[in-house]
């Protein structure tokens, strides 16, 4: 168990490049990559079963790295790491079956590098290794998109490429500050979270710290302003790095805030929370309108994924037990429906050779297992009753009555309304209505085996954590609680 997330980081690209320097053909390939993701499965399992909820950051490792500049190889996990490191190594395995008949080998590298810099990432306790991971995730992006992808695919990669860069830099940049005045304080040099967090800053220092990193996480996200390349970038990616960018690597965004923003500059997140509050509103009714008025499904749950990112947000930025419950919460079951309905997406232009909502109509007439799951998970990212997504709005929408008032709490619940209103309009348009001329002229296969086999994990996991959340919140309270203590009395002081 000591090393376990060092295999849970590396198994993947040292599979990658160990199939690489043999030139492996493409069925090696795809079971190499394939038993690779469920050794990762495999060592998160045996992680969550040892897992102590009620201890803070577990199977630490601490190593130099490059100890003259500072650096080092630590890595921890706690209950906020832990359940996107479930999320990820439960999806891969999903993705690769859905990845079957896919014969390009590059397709297969980058995806084992991606999963590589997202575990990374999120287990990384040492600033400068958490950049690296947090770099390794946009260079697959970047490629899968670009090469791989669809219409303004090269225009698109270059726009997301192009603006995480400039997040990224400007990361780099609070990273190097912060270092640097860990080294004028003791005079050694040490990124390392446990170090830095230790500091004494001055207003200005925190503030321009905060810029930098924020920054980097709002573009992620992304929050309302720096959300231009996500929809064509939605739009142009292949199924599986969609998937990644909506499932995972959005949710990045919110962690990086969570992991170091109430970790380096808790006060500036305190002194700005009514303008990130005013934001995550606005985002989450802008986004919704958008949702609605979008034609390409893509597009349309890439703006639906924005709203929610921002509810997760603002649930993050309240700080009650509440809204964090149903912050962390909604991280893991948003995930879970917008896998789902991605890759439902992917599966109807395999068989209708387009996702445009015009074009689409009374699929459910001929393909009544595909119009099961497709609106299963339609219905579960509007927080269907019953899915995990029910729990979690509910929390949010309680702790902002709780913290932020009447008028904060009304319009966080005018998210659901809308989330329900746009998915019902796309559902009746698309699977109930009149039967198009594009779904009358093809000969659609209904959902196979294969297929039904990749989709069931995810309808299980929403339904459960619907039906029996007691089953998940004890690993996630304890850290609540703990994490909650340590910074109420700065949010105290404001309200």
């Not at 999120?122 to 669809?150: A, C, H």
């Not at 996200?221 to 960018?245: D, N």
């Not at 309009?425 to 086999?453: H, P, Y």
Request: include cysteine; aromatic fraction near 14%; glycine fraction near 8%.
């Amino acid at each position: 168990m000591e090393n376990i997330l060092s295999y849970i980081i590396f198994t993947p690209v040292v599979t990658a490049i160990i199939l690489g320097s043999i030139r492996a053909n493409i069925t090696i390939l795809k079971a190499g990559a394939a038993i690779s993701s469920l050794l990762v499965f495999f060592f998160s399992l045996l992680l969550t079963l040892n897992f102590n909820p009620d201890m803070m950051m577990q199977f630490s490792i601490t190593s130099e790295w490059i100890s003259s500049a500072g650096f080092s190889y630590h890595i921890g996990v706690d209950a906020l790491s832990l359940v996107l490191l479930l999320l990820v190594s439960f999806l891969m395995p999903l993705l690769y079956i859905y990845m079957q008949n896919e014969s390009r080998k590059g397709y297969w590298y980058n995806m084992m590098l991606l999963q590589t810099g997202v575990s990374g990432a999120i287990l990384s306790l040492d600033l400068i290794l958490f950049y690296l991971f947090w770099e390794t995730m946009l260079l697959p992006i970047f490629i899968m998109i670009g090469k791989y992808g669809s219409g303004m695919k090269q225009f698109n990669a270059m726009k997301i490429l192009l603006m995480t860069i400039l997040g990224s830099m400007s990361m780099l940049f609070s990273i190097i500050y912060i270092g640097y005045i860990y080294f004028h304080t003791y005079g050694v040099w040490s990124f390392n979270l446990d170090d830095l967090a230790t500091l004494s800053l001055s207003a200005k220092a925190t503030s321009w710290l905060a810029v930098g990193f924020l920054l980097a996480f709002a573009i992620k996200i992304p929050l309302l302003g720096f959300h231009t390349w996500m929809a064509p970038a939605y739009g142009s990616s292949p199924t599986p790095a969609v998937v990644i960018l909506s499932a995972i690597m959005a949710k990045l965004g919110v962690y990086g805030i969570w992991r170091f923003g109430y970790s380096l500059f808790e006060e500036v997140l305190v002194f700005y929370m009514p303008y990130i509050i005013f934001i995550a509103i606005l985002g989450m009714i802008y986004y919704a309108v958008r949702a609605v008025t979008e034609d390409d499904l893509r597009k349309m749950f890439a703006f639906a994924s924005g709203s929610h990112l921002s509810l997760i947000a603002l649930g993050m930025i309240l700080a009650n037990s509440y809204a964090w419950a149903g912050s962390l919460y909604f991280i893991a079951t948003h995930a879970l429906a917008s896998a789902g309905i991605f890759l439902m997406i992917g599966l109807t232009y395999k068989r209708f050779k387009t996702i445009k909502i015009s074009e689409l109509g009374g699929v459910a007439r001929k393909l009544p297992k595909f119009t099961f799951f497709f609106s299963f998970f339609a219905l579960s990212i509007a927080g269907l009753p019953g899915t995990g997504g029910f729990v979690a709005e509910l929390l949010i929408i309680l702790g902002a009555f709780k913290s932020a008032g009447l008028i904060v709490g009304l319009f966080t619940a005018t998210t659901v309304i809308m989330a329900i209103l746009y998915v019902f309009w796309m559902l009746q348009r698309t699977i109930f209505g009149q039967v198009s001329e594009c779904v009358k002229n093809t000969e659609a296969q209904d959902l196979n085996l294969k297929e039904i086999l990749m989709l069931s994990p995810i309808v299980i996991m929403l339904l459960l954590t619907g039906i029996a959340p007691s089953l998940f919140t004890p690993f996630i309270e304890p850290y609540i609680i703990n994490s909650l203590e340590s910074i109420t009395p700065l949010f105290s002081g404001v309200r």
